[in-house]
């Protein structure tokens, strides 16, 4: 079945430790990737996204996402977290890349301990 | 530029009551959005409104429809409610020939 898996439900990390989440998918094709997030009571804030090219791209607030097309993967990384990073963050796909449906994630609850 | 914006901010109804909630684009945008967002869950699509129409619907009963104005903006209504309604309701916005979507801050439906 086509799906977005976050297989991390919470993940704790010290302030000024790095940060992974994953992020796998099965579509046919390459889909568009994103990453968003989310704080408390907010909508959704792009992060970062991939649609073709290199296979690093750089966001906001010092994030970057690796796609691995052998791993169907995306994964989100920061190598240096700050206490306004604890949010929740969502993987989305894009299977038709037209914009016109995003599949996202369960989401990654973010805490960051001082 | 105001970005994406959604009326009301809290909404509390009872079971089989009528909704009618209410976005407004990011300027610019001719595109309209609207998800699902259970607790705990991410947001799960329900359709998408350009030039007037429902251009693609997600697996939704069609006790949720939308509609969408000359200017834009969207409407989301939901009949009938159920307590599984419950939900924050995001409505995000994008151009066309864009495929970003732009979200606002949602509305937070509880039903009773």
């Known amino acids: 079945a086509q799906s977005v898996t976050q297989p991390d439900i919470h993940i704790t990390v010290s302030e000024g430790a790095s940060l992974e989440l994953r992020c796998n998918y099965s579509y046919g094709a390459t889909p568009y990737l994103f990453w968003y997030v989310q704080s408390p009571g907010q909508g959704l804030q792009l992060l970062l996204k991939?649609?073709?090219?290199?296979?690093l791209v750089q966001g906001i607030k010092g994030f970057e996402a690796e796609f691995k097309r052998s791993q169907s993967s995306f994964n989100l990384r920061k190598p240096s977290v700050h206490w306004s990073d604890a949010a929740e963050y969502f993987c989305a796909v894009d299977p038709s890349n037209t914009g016109n449906q995003f599949y996202f994630g369960t989401g990654t609850s973010l805490t960051v301990i001082p | 530029d105001a970005g994406v914006t959604q009326s009301p901010t809290h909404l509390i109804k009872t079971r089989g009551q009528q909704v009618t909630l209410r976005c407004s684009p990011k300027s610019g945008h001719d595109t309209v959005s609207w998800y699902q967002q259970a607790l705990g869950q991410g947001p799960q699509f329900i359709f998408q409104?350009?030039?007037?129409?429902?251009?693609q619907r997600g697996n939704f009963p069609d006790r949720f429809s939308g509609h969408q104005f000359p200017n834009y903006s969207s409407e989301l209504n939901v009949n009938a409610l159920l307590l599984g309604d419950s939900a924050l309701y995001l409505c995000?916005?994008?151009?066309?020939?864009?495929?970003?979507?732009?979200f606002g801050p949602g509305t937070r439906l509880t039903v009773l």
């Open positions: 409104y350009y030039e007037e129409e429902e251009r």
């Open positions: 995000a916005s994008s151009p066309i020939r864009d495929t970003e979507q732009f």
């Open positions: 991939y649609f073709s090219g290199d296979t």
